[in-house]
């Protein structure tokens, strides 16, 4: 498995944007490919390299990069690096922890991908798409019966409308999460949603406010969205 290939966009060393690792000195890896197309009324979504062609690398390629950014947290992220089962074989290889310095590993999932056979130690961060991501029903809410107390469930808010399906979402699977322990964050969406909405929402909710916590990426107050490359 170790010479397989995969095609990664970026490498490069940021803080985590998300809890609950916000703030932890990262390894951001991007895979090549999503299969969603988010946000088009927008423009689309904020991650406008995800479809780029990057460079091919084994699993041992890329955990000797790894290892010479030294960050003790490694996020897999896309486009969708679960796609085609192409993150899996640096996920498993990086939970076997064979690294010196990785003692976090998350993955960034969209949805709509099974998330059987992410390793049980690696953090599954999982997109539910809400109405105004276009992308409504792509997700595999069947997922959540799969993940655990290190797992999140993300909602990135674009107006009261994605609120309340939020509120739906968590209230249909509200004995699962609390039973497993699963994280809900909400994040307003980056220039569309007002963060002081967000939190009034939140704070009127006798629902959410008992098990959400809302996140603002810092990557993105920092950078505004761009972000460094090594
Ligand atoms: S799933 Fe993620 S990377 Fe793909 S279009 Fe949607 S926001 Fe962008």
Redesign the pocket.
Same mark, same amino acid.
């Given at each position: 498995m170790s010479d397989c290939k995969f095609n990664i966009v970026e490498l490069y060393t940021c803080v985590s944007g998300e809890e609950p690792t916000s703030g932890l000195p990262t390894s951001i890896v991007r895979f090549s490919g %999503?299969?969603?197309? %988010?946000?088009p009324q927008f423009g @689309?979504? =904020?991650?406008p390299n995800?479809c780029s062609k990057g460079d091919d690398f084994t699993v041992d390629e890329m955990l000797e990069k790894i290892e010479n950014l030294g960050m003790p947290h490694v996020l897999v992220t896309? @486009? $969708?690096p679960l796609l085609h089962g192409h993150a899996l074989p640096l996920l498993r290889a990086l939970s076997l922890r064979r690294t010196s310095c990785v003692s976090e590993v998350s993955v960034e999932t969209?949805g709509?991908i099974d998330v059987t056979g992410v390793p049980g130690n690696v953090r599954v961060v999982m =997109?539910v798409?809400c109405p105004s991501?276009c $992308?409504l029903d792509v997700t595999l809410l069947d997922n959540i019966c799969l993940m655990g107390t290190r797992d999140v469930l993300k909602f990135?808010i674009g107006d009261l409308a994605d609120f309340e399906y939020t509120q739906d979402v968590v209230g249909a699977y509200l004995s699962r999460i609390r039973v497993s322990g699963i994280g809900v964050v909400v994040s307003p969406l980056w220039g569309v949603c007002d963060p002081k909405d967000l939190i009034a929402w939140l704070n009127e909710s006798h629902l959410l406010r008992s098990i959400a916590r809302m996140q603002l990426q810092i990557h993105k107050v920092v950078y505004g969205g761009m972000m460094k490359l090594v």
């Open positions: %999503c299969n969603l197309n %988010c946000w @689309g979504c =904020d991650t995800r896309g @486009g $969708e969209n709509s =997109d798409k991501s $992308e990135v």
